[in-house]
């Protein structure tokens, strides 16, 4: 396993911040209260960006934070994540890269990032030969090694160039702060700027690894990871960055438990002036999984240093070392140091070299609790095993019977690639074509296009891109101006990805097919002397013109038979939805009938008005094409004015059935904005006494939209006391294919304040002559409308001659219900004495009395029912009225008396 440090990253040497002059609460509750978020940000003075911003759930929610990424025009260009007090993000547009944050007064800031490409890149052990410096330093193509298969163990598709065992990873990741970062001017010893730092990190590293690689991350949430004090610090500020690389894992392991994390960068103030830095492949393994560094300029920076963890190279031609060259320029991709785009992809070379490993040499744990291991383990390898879930999802199958292993085109000729394919499952197909050239150490980059990321539509275009960098201001992307499309021999990626954003556990899949590019010496593909009109108005043609097209056609490059196809774009050249000419002979000429449209003109170069109407001649089966212009915003197309008068042009005869992908579909009418079917959508706001009865998830209809909707849900608990007293949000996110998101929020109060009831006949109170038995503690039972049967046992009081029994029956949330029942105990009775008799132990059925003097006793009847022993009338001695109370009748006792049928004896 390699051991090399990638020291990658910018230094700032460009900085301009702006006065947002908004505040963050202000920004904070907009977001919060509205469904469809629309948030304009204030780059410059002048200049607004419209983003539509979707909320995502991380996991973290303490301290109030909120997450959200955003998309312009269907581009992934921001993360925010924010509270009522403090904000960070960073979102890119026309080429520059902006960090948002907060002041102390709570306002927005907007920071312009100018980056430096430079990095002082090294290897763990330099004086040691690896698998970068182990080839002389020249320009011969000695070190770009063929991709060979590995052993196999985990891959379910042992041929895919691209591997995977079906398993989604979740990983948890930790960003220490150490002191010299803490108390620095990126935190200013803030912990809530950390904590939403932490968070736009997590927001946008899960938006690329989820949709490209098949793991996500899920926030380390403990402030004992911030390190407050000089005395607790991992490292000493200044210390060397390898120091800090080399010894993360060790450090940080002695100051927080390792079975806490998966993955960790450390956020530190090292010597160098890098951004970050990380050991290749140091995720797959635990002792040295927190081999990696970083300052926290921007969320991005993190999202690279781990794509060097998962074992990924950088891809830029020039702007440091240890690259595989793969990419343009200072490259593209979120591995290159292209921090003029967004790089919010994955290279798909990047992708064979982490999943290799993560696809197919990593076991892994297939419970939350980590206790039941899954997969192979490969000895030496993959110790850092991790949460994950396998899917059953097929990976989606690449049409090839379209494709050619080889391609010739002539020099400086824009070439393209018509994709499809089909997915079992349904999910959304994405297409992607992305040059593939390795060179490594001091080799010659042989990259000289431009790598673009995965669209659903598969015509992957190779041309000049123009980019507006500025209002009225548009220039060609560095990449792709000038052409530079010499002679050489390239070799090219074309793959299908699947995706599906409801399933939180999909894990994407690649069909992927190599194919070679070759560039030959000849006259280039190119339209000739087509009239746009002059540069200060173009020209306009009339609806149902007819007009004769000329390009030129190299003989020895191009067949006899070779055909092509004609089509029309009336938005400068982005979209190309009218066929005029399904299929004609690649001659060079060609007469054709503009449709009976109107096209009209766009703001261009310096605020000229420029006609968007451009033709394509693009040759089948094949990828060469040419424009009509190549400069739409500076010297413009043409326009189109519609003939009232004119009929519709005939149309074309369709062409002979050929083994060609199909062209650009016609025009189709504009999908119906995407909306709920109102009478799917459930009670917005409900309370319910318990959490069992909680209503089932809702299954809301939408209708319109553009392509496939995804959709998900996602339950937030708040204010929560117990069991069945909180507050539910439940929030169904519905998206179509053109990132149009709708939200329906439902808010559910659970709210139980009904008491238990007791069931069956109560206790009631009794008195009981001392020394009598008293009733057993009894077990009652009470039914609650939450947690049903409850029983319950009494607590027992004694207050003087009373003993009070007391039962209560409580549910979780508090509610109570009591019964009392109370004892008299009453002084004994003492048996009467006649002629002092003497009573030891008698019984009563043959009681005995000692010579007592009786003339003519009265008595009188005993009454049973009550008993009562009624006072009989003695002469000598008088019997005062002795009353038992509530004797239990049976065999009496004297010292116990039970009354049953009481008999006095005759004296």
Not at 376 to 404: C, F, I, M, W
Not at 462 to 491: H, K, Q
Not at 524 to 553: C, M, S
Not at 594 to 618: A, C, D, M, V, Y
Request: net charge negative.
């Amino acid at each position: 396993m390699k051991t090399i440090l990638y020291y990658c990253c910018a230094l700032i040497i460009g900085l301009q911040t702006a006065n947002a002059q908004q505040k963050v609460a202000e920004i904070f509750n907009y977001f919060t209260q509205n469904k469809t978020i629309s948030w304009a940000v204030p780059l410059q003075k002048t200049e607004t960006l419209p983003i539509e911003w979707q909320e995502r759930n991380n996991n973290f929610s303490t301290d109030g934070f909120r997450n959200y990424v955003g998309y312009h025009q269907g581009n992934f260009v921001g993360v925010i994540s924010m509270n009522l007090k403090t904000l960070n993000g960073e979102v890119f547009y026309r080429g520059k890269s902006y960090v948002l944050g907060s002041n102390k007064k709570g306002y927005l800031t907007v920071t312009e990032i100018t980056d430096e490409s430079a990095c002082g890149n090294q290897p763990t052990t330099p004086s040691l030969p690896t698998g970068r410096n182990m080839f002389p330093e020249d320009n011969e193509d000695k070190n770009d090694p063929p991709i060979e298969q590995p052993e196999i163990y985990n891959s379910l598709y042992p041929k895919a160039l691209i591997h995977t065992d079906g398993v989604f990873r979740h990983y948890r990741l930790a960003l220490p702060v150490d002191y010299s970062i803490y108390d620095s001017k990126f935190f200013n010893r803030d912990t809530n700027r950390i904590k939403a730092f932490w968070n736009a990190t997590i927001a946008f590293a899960n938006e690329l690894y989820r949709n490209d690689v098949g793991v996500d991350f899920t926030l380390v949430d403990d402030e004992a990871l911030i390190f407050t004090t000089a005395k607790d610090q991992l490292f000493r500020r200044g210390e060397a960055a390898n120091e800090v690389v080399n010894n993360g894992t060790i450090t940080l392991n002695k100051h927080y438990d390792p079975k806490k994390y998966d993955l960790a960068v450390i956020l530190a103030d090292y010597r160098e002036k890098y951004n970050g830095l990380a050991m290749v492949y140091s995720a797959y393994e635990q002792h040295n999984k927190a081999n990696a560094a970083a300052r926290p300029i921007k969320p991005s920076t993190i999202a690279h240093e781990i794509g060097h963890m998962f074992g990924a190279d950088h891809t830029f031609s020039n702007g440091g070392q240890y690259s595989s060259k793969t990419e343009i320029g200072s490259g593209q991709s979120i591995m290159s140091y292209g921090h003029e785009y967004p790089r919010d992809f994955f290279s798909l070379v990047n992708l064979e070299t982490i999943r290799k490993f993560l696809g197919n040499s990593m076991a892994y744990y297939a419970d939350v609790g980590r206790t039941q291991e899954a997969g192979k383990r490969v000895e030496g390898t993959g110790s850092n095993l991790v949460y994950g879930v396998k899917s059953n999802n097929q990976p989606p199958v690449l049409d090839r019977k379209h494709l050619k292993k080889i391609y010739v085109i002539p020099k400086d000729t824009y070439f393209q690639f018509y994709l499809s394919g089909s997915d079992a499952e349904n999910d959304t197909i994405t297409y992607i074509a992305h040059q593939a050239d390795r060179r490594f150490h001091s080799t010659k980059s042989n990259a000289r296009f431009m790598t673009y990321k995965g669209k659903t539509n598969g015509n992957i275009r190779f041309e000049t891109t123009w980019l507006e960098s500025e209002r009225n201001t548009f220039v060609p992307i560095a990449a792709t101006s000038p052409l530079g499309y010499s002679p050489g021999t390239f070799t090219f990626w074309l793959a299908a990805a699947d995706h599906n954003r409801a399933d939180r556990n999909h894990v994407v899949k690649y069909d992927v097919e190599e194919v070679t590019l070759k560039i030959a010496e000849g006259e280039p593909f190119a339209i000739k002397d087509f009239d746009n009109g002059k540069w200060e108005r173009n020209k306009t043609y009339k609806g149902g013109e007819r007009i004769t097209l000329h390009w030129q056609v190299d003989k020895n490059i191009f067949a006899k038979n070779s055909k092509v196809r004609i089509l029309l774009s009336d938005d400068s050249g982005k979209t190309f939805k009218y066929i005029l000419k399904k299929q004609a002979d690649n001659n060079g000429t060609c007469e054709v009938q503009l449709p009976n449209i109107t096209i009209t003109s766009t703001h261009g170069h310096f605020g000229k008005e420029r006609g968007q109407g451009i033709i394509k001649i693009e040759v089948i089966d094949g990828l060469a094409f040419a424009l009509s212009c190549t400069k739409p915003y500076h010297l413009g197309g043409f326009m189109i004015e519609k003939n009232k008068n004119a009929p519709d042009p005939e149309p074309e005869p369709d062409p002979e059935p050929e083994p060609t992908p199909e062209p650009t579909p016609e025009p189709q009418p504009t999908p119906d904005p995407l909306t709920f079917v109102v009478n799917s959508l459930p009670n917005q706001y409900i309370t319910v006494a318990c959490a069992s009865e909680i209503p089932a998830a809702a299954k809301i209809e939408t209708q319109g939209g553009c392509g496939s909707i995804t959709s998900e849900i996602t339950e937030e608990e708040t204010n929560k006391q117990c069991t069945n007293h909180y507050s539910l949000k439940r929030s169904y996110h519905f998206v179509d294919e053109c990132h149009t998101t709708l939200i329906f929020e439902q808010y559910i109060t659970v709210k139980d304040e009904v008491a238990p009831t007791f069931a069956g006949v109560l206790p009631t109170d009794q008195t009981f002559e001392e020394g009598s038995h008293l009733p057993d503690n009894l077990l009652l039972t009470a039914n609650d409308n939450c947690a049903g049967v409850l029983k319950v046992l009494p607590t027992k009081k004694v207050v003087a001659n009373k003993v009070i029994y007391r039962w209560e029956a409580t549910d979780g949330c508090g509610n109570s219900v009591f019964h009392t029942q109370t004892i008299t105990i009453q002084p004994k009775t003492t048996t009467p004495t006649v002629n002092t008799p003497t009573v030891t132990t008698p019984t009563v059925s043959t009681p005995t009395v000692s010579s007592p003097t009786v003339s003519t006793p009265t008595v009188s009847t005993p009454t049973v029912s009550s008993p009562t022993v009624s006072t009989p009338t003695v002469s000598t001695p008088t019997v005062s009225t002795p009353t038992v109370s509530t004797p239990t009748v049976s065999t009496p006792t004297v010292n116990n008396p039970t009354v049953s049928t009481p008999t006095v004896s005759t004296p």
